[in-house]
Structure formats: C-alpha cells, structure tokens
C-alpha cells in the first residue's frame, strides 16, 4: 500500500491519514464552490451597470467592510494595489464610489460607497439570493435540509480557508 494512504503532508508534521479530510472530497467541495461563485457572479443588476467580476467585487467589499483604506482592500480581495487603483477609478466615475485621501498620510486613500453603489449591491445581493431559492426550490426536500445543516461547517470552513490564503 502506499505510503500516501498512511500519511499526509500538512504545514510542517506528517499526521494520519485518517485524521485528513478525503482529497477527492476536497476537489468535489472547491469545485462545487467555484462552479457556484461563477454562475452566480454575473447579475442582471451587475450587467446593466457595466461591472466586471472584478469590479462587483470590490463594490460589494466596499459596502460590505468600508469605508475602507485601499491597502486593506487589495489584501483583503487579493487584487493588485495598481490594477485595485483602475478598478476603483472606474467605480468612482460610475458614481459608486467615493475616493477621499487620509488626512493622516497623504500616501493613502480610503474608498466607500456612494448610495447609488449602495442601491446596486442591494440589489446584487438580492438577485443572487433569488438565484439560490430558486436553484433550492428545484431540489428535493431531503437535499434542502442536507445543505441547511450544513451551512454552520461551511462558514466554519469559509473562515479557514481566509486565515490560510495561498
């Protein structure tokens, strides 16, 4: 038998295999996550606003966290500090958001949502959410309830997975 059936690599100690999640599980759980974030990125709302996966993002980072300083922003979203720049000085001339120097250190600037950049990520997040309920209502009861009871693991997950970001 081979010795990855024994043993799996993780951070710097080899554990029990036993005590691993199932690799095949993993790529299934990140695949089906993926496959989600993907077809639910592209809203209605997001479209007629002329906004990129990129550019949702950021919005939707904004209302949720901001205002928030641009640093914070490309770490927190993982976007480089100068492509963050061109997307936020998109935003701003869509008047969905506002861009304002630190009074602290001229070097920095902190970025927050206009009410129009408001009104669109209510309305995002609403289209998405519609999304979902209605994938649900396809579902059979049973698997309803399966992905219910599972929705406290995998927000556990979710903040495991932000704490070790590649």
Known sequence: MPASKFFARQEEYFIPAATTPDLDAAARLRTAIG???RQLRPTAAAVAA???PTRSTVLLSTVR???IRLSELAESEGINP???SRVVA???DAGLLQRASDEGDRRAA???ATAAGKRLSDRIHRERTE???TALAALSEADRSLIEQALPALE???EQVRGHRL
């Open 156 to 158: 556990q997950l979710a």
């Open 90 to 92: 998109d935003l701003v």
């Open 65 to 67: 966290r901001g205002p």
């Open 131 to 133: 999304a979902v309920n």
């Open 35 to 37: 496959r989600l974030a």
């Open 50 to 52: 002329g906004l990129t």
């Open 82 to 84: 100068t492509m963050l």
């Open 110 to 112: 902190w970025v927050k």
